[in-house]
């Protein structure tokens, strides 16, 4: 049992530090496919093939002198990035990445993969994901600085454009789930039609799925909606008077809040750990397989749109999202009562 | 009757807190291209009214030229538009070649003319790419510089220079073309119409680029004209105005060409237009390497430039619109009596004000990329 005990504890601490490691891949992943994207060669005098990159910037950031304007909001100013990590970590814990493990039969009982399997885990993602944005509000409003509030501002009214539609499009994968714990979700999508379509809820839920990586991309503040940093504009946003460890805060909380989005994508949408051809065990590959699909996708999107205005983001929020997801909603709603 | 709703207690509303939010926009930001300062009095996001404040990049070019001899001056031409410095050459050349009333030989004008055409595109180039970047397209940029990269290397072939490139004189050109150096400026003429298409795609039927760009920053082409408009920025709403048809100069009068004209005079009409100039372009290079005439590439200009007392005014079509200079000459000294620029960039910026009001703030950034500036241009 004791056994038991310390490889749970041992899976909590390893998602988090891949959590974290996961952060500095991005930024890696991010630099090259820019680069790619626009014919450059990215970062490639770090280490082989520049894989040292996200080590050097982090050691720079962390080496860099701690600025607080003297007008800010002192504690506000501390407090703000701190929120956003922690809102960014802590919505992770209910995804899970994979089934279940008896490390090569050294334990007596499989022991899950994942950090908690919470049987409201819609809700915890969906209330801490929301958190996260106090920390972009408090960040622009504590400053004190006119270009950050306006970021501050920015994602607020960002937020109330496409929170509802974001709820609404998980709101149809609960119904089809029957179960608000992401482990039951991922485990219903077990199995094949027909012996060839995996049972995947994107199949089902197309529009569902579509709706949640545009409101993703919008919670996260990636382009091209991301206003509240938009540096052509509002020269870095919320951030703007932020630096060293506290601007690596929000790095880093953007780059996890990309993995949590795109994670919660794959356990609700693509499946999860399952997929063909690999042995149950190396489900965790599958996991990782679609999640940086997901990923790529985001990188692929920054770095050839143009950036959306704010207040047409609301539009497109209230007039054509919102409208959207209540349809597919209410669809989703008939069919399971219909053939559920 | 009695009224159902009785006023009981009369209620005082609410007072907020409306000041206008007054921020200061450069002369360090991220999209103010080089150092404009804006002065934007908003009201939330909304732009209530701007200030331009210009003068960070003066450097006396104008009162510079008054003590400098007329050869010297060329190359302050290049300090100007440093974006195109070939044509502010080449307008300053042409100036002075009016008031001393000399005869250019033809091979060098069609030189001429090709070169101020690979200028046009290379800060066409660059104003796309900082107009898509400010948009937040940033890969447009990469792209844009990238065959900006190529314009460049044909003018350091010619003249050795990259950006400033003192490429005229008063009464023809410095040197001959390199051998085999039309070539390149064919194949260079192919890739750009090739990527035209490319860009094309990135971003003309792209729907955040047409919410972004159309409607904002409409100005008919009656307001244009009287506030000085001039440029792709005019001919976009609508006036059909270009000094190279209307006023030919160079070997312009021989090509045939087509002036693109818009017709919303939106910020999308201004892009479509300077997109289509780019195909113009080419062109008229085409047209200008295949009629290219023998013979020599200096004219007979006298040792020692010295224009009769007299002044006269000439404008050419630079790449931001019509660039015109004043010179006064007073017959005896060596330097101008009086130097003075029409800048282009100066004229067109006058407007964003009025282009701004009511926007918003992430349109500011749009409106300053498509009257498309050159601050070295505005302060002089």
């Known amino acids: 049992m004791d056994l038991v005990?310390?490889?749970?504890?041992?899976?909590?601490?390893?998602?988090?530090?891949?959590?974290?490691?996961?952060?500095?891949?991005?930024?890696?992943?991010?630099?090259?496919?820019?680069a790619f994207l626009q014919q450059r060669l990215g970062p490639n005098r770090t280490g082989p093939w520049g894989t040292l990159q996200p080590v050097a910037d982090i050691l720079k950031l962390l080496f860099k002198e701690e600025l607080r304007p003297l007008a800010a909001d002192r504690w506000l100013f501390a407090l703000a990035p701190i929120l956003s990590v922690t809102a960014a970590f802590s919505a992770f814990?209910?995804?899970?990445?994979?089934?279940?493990?008896?490390?090569?039969?050294?334990?007596?009982?499989?022991?899950?993969?994942?950090?908690?399997?919470?049987?409201?885990?819609?809700?915890?993602?969906?209330?801490?994901?929301?958190?996260?944005?106090?920390?972009?509000?408090?960040?622009?409003?504590?400053?004190?600085?006119?270009?950050?509030?306006?970021?501050?501002?920015?994602?607020?009214?960002?937020?109330?454009?496409?929170?509802?539609?974001?709820?609404?499009?998980?709101?149809?994968?609960?119904?089809?789930?029957?179960?608000?714990?992401?482990?039951?979700?991922?485990?219903?999508?077990?199995?094949?039609?027909?012996?060839?379509?995996?049972?995947?809820?994107?199949?089902?839920?197309?529009?569902?799925?579509?709706?949640?990586?545009?409101?993703?991309?919008?919670?996260?503040?990636?382009?091209?909606?991301?206003?509240p940093e938009a540096e052509q504009e509002l020269v870095a946003g919320y951030h703007t008077e932020y630096s060293s460890f506290r601007f690596a805060l929000f790095f880093l909380a953007e780059y996890v809040n990309m993995v949590t989005v795109s994670a919660v994508a794959t356990t609700l949408f693509l499946g999860g750990w399952h997929g063909p051809f690999l042995p149950e065990w190396l489900g965790w590959l599958w996991w990782l397989a679609k999640l940086f699909a997901l990923l790529f996708f985001y990188i692929w999107m920054r770095w050839t749109l143009p950036r959306y205005r704010y207040d047409q983001?609301?539009?497109?929020?209230?007039?054509?999202?919102?409208?959207?997801?209540?349809?597919?909603?209410?669809?989703?709603?008939?069919?399971v009562l219909y053939w559920g | 009757m009695t009224d159902p709703h009785p006023v009981t207690a009369t209620r005082t509303p609410v007072q907020f807190d409306t000041d206008e939010l007054v921020i200061n926009m450069g002369p360090q930001h991220p999209s103010t291209h080089g150092v404009l300062r804006l002065i934007l009095r908003l009201d939330g996001e909304r732009v209530v009214d701007a200030d331009v404040v210009i003068?960070?990049?003066?450097?006396?070019?104008?009162?510079?030229?008054?003590?400098?001899?007329?050869?010297?001056?060329?190359?302050?031409?290049?300090?100007?538009?440093?974006?195109?410095?070939?044509?502010?050459?080449?307008?300053?050349c042409e100036t002075v070649e009016k008031l001393m009333g000399l005869e250019v030989p033809r091979r060098a004008q069609y030189i001429r003319t090709v070169l101020a055409e690979l200028q046009r595109l290379a800060s066409h180039l660059v104003w796309l790419g900082t107009h898509?970047?400010?948009?937040?397209?940033?890969?447009?940029?990469?792209?844009?510089?990238?065959?900006?990269?190529?314009?460049?290397?044909?003018?350091?072939?010619?003249?050795?220079?990259?950006?400033?490139?003192?490429?005229?004189?008063?009464?023809?050109?410095?040197?001959d073309l390199p051998v085999g150096w039309d070539r390149k400026v064919r194949e260079f003429c192919d890739i750009v119409d090739q990527k035209?298409?490319?860009?094309?795609?990135?971003?003309?039927?792209?729907?955040?680029?047409?919410?972004?760009?159309?409607?904002?920053?409409?100005?008919?082409?009656?307001?244009?004209?009287?506030?000085?408009?001039?440029?792709?920025?005019?001919?976009?709403?609508?006036?059909?105005?270009?000094?190279?048809?209307?006023?030919?100069?160079?070997?312009?009068?021989?090509?045939?060409?087509?002036?693109?004209?818009?017709?919303?005079?939106?910020?999308?009409?201004?892009?479509?237009?300077?997109?289509?100039?780019?195909?113009?372009?080419?062109?008229?290079?085409?047209?200008?390497?295949?009629?290219?005439?023998?013979?020599?590439?200096?004219?007979?200009?006298?040792?020692?430039?010295?224009?009769?007392?007299?002044?006269?005014?000439?404008?050419?079509?630079?790449?931001?619109?019509?660039?015109?200079?004043?010179?006064?000459?007073?017959?005896?000294?060596?330097s101008p009596y009086r130097f003075r620029v029409r800048p282009p960039s100066f004229c067109n910026l006058q407007v964003l004000p009025k282009l701004v009001r009511g926007h918003l703030v992430a349109d500011v950034v749009a409106l300053i990329g498509t009257i498309d500036i050159v601050l070295g241009e505005v302060d002089r």
Not at chain 1, 8 to 34: P, Q, W
Not at chain 1, 97 to 121: K, S, Y
Not at chain 1, 317 to 334: E, F, H, Q, S
Request: hydrophobic share 45%; charged share 20%.
């Open chain 1, 313 to 335: 983001l609301m539009h497109f929020g209230w007039k054509v999202l919102l409208p959207v997801a209540v349809i597919n909603l209410l669809l989703t709603a008939a069919a």
């Open chain 2, 55 to 92: 003068g960070y990049l003066h450097r006396g070019i104008e009162k510079l030229s008054e003590s400098r001899d007329w050869t010297q001056i060329v190359l302050l031409t290049d300090r100007m538009d440093y974006v195109a410095a070939a044509t502010n050459n080449l307008g300053y």
């Open chain 2, 132 to 175: 898509a970047m400010d948009i937040g397209a940033v890969t447009v940029f990469l792209y844009c510089l990238r065959e900006r990269e190529l314009v460049l290397d044909l003018f350091e072939e010619y003249c050795g220079a990259r950006l400033t490139y003192n490429s005229r004189r008063v009464g023809g050109l410095p040197a």
């Open chain 1, 93 to 227: 814990a209910v995804v899970p990445w994979g089934g279940t493990t008896t490390l090569f039969g050294l334990l007596p009982e499989p022991v899950p993969l994942r950090v908690a399997d919470v049987n409201v885990g819609i809700l915890v993602l969906f209330a801490i994901t929301s958190m996260g944005i106090y920390g972009i509000v408090l960040a622009g409003w504590s400053s004190n600085s006119k270009y950050s509030l306006l970021g501050g501002l920015r994602s607020s009214a960002q937020m109330i454009s496409y929170e509802l539609s974001y709820g609404l499009a998980l709101g149809a994968v609960l119904l089809l789930g029957n179960s608000l714990s992401l482990t039951d979700i991922v485990n219903q999508q077990s199995g094949y039609w027909f012996g060839v379509i995996p049972r995947w809820f994107i199949f089902i839920q197309p529009l569902g799925f579509v709706i949640y990586m545009i409101a993703g991309i919008a919670e996260t503040n990636r382009a091209p909606f991301d206003f």
């Open chain 2, 196 to 334: 035209i298409v490319d860009y094309e795609q990135l971003l003309t039927q792209n729907r955040i680029w047409l919410e972004r760009t159309r409607d904002i920053g409409v100005i008919s082409g009656a307001d244009a004209i009287a506030m000085g408009f001039c440029g792709p920025p005019l001919r976009a709403s609508g006036v059909m105005r270009d000094v190279r048809k209307d006023e030919p100069y160079a070997a312009y009068e021989e090509f045939a060409f087509d002036i693109p004209v818009g017709a919303a005079g939106d910020t999308y009409d201004r892009y479509l237009v300077r997109l289509e100039e780019f195909k113009q372009s080419t062109r008229i290079i085409r047209q200008a390497l295949d009629g290219m005439p023998e013979g020599p590439v200096m004219g007979k200009v006298p040792r020692l430039i010295k224009p009769p007392a007299g002044e006269t005014y000439h404008a050419i079509e630079s790449p931001k619109g019509e660039i015109g200079f004043f010179i006064a000459s007073d017959g005896k000294s060596l």
């Open chain 1, 5 to 34: 005990y310390i490889a749970h504890i041992g899976v909590i601490l390893f998602t988090f530090f891949m959590l974290l490691n996961s952060a500095a891949v991005l930024v890696l992943m991010e630099r090259k496919v820019a």
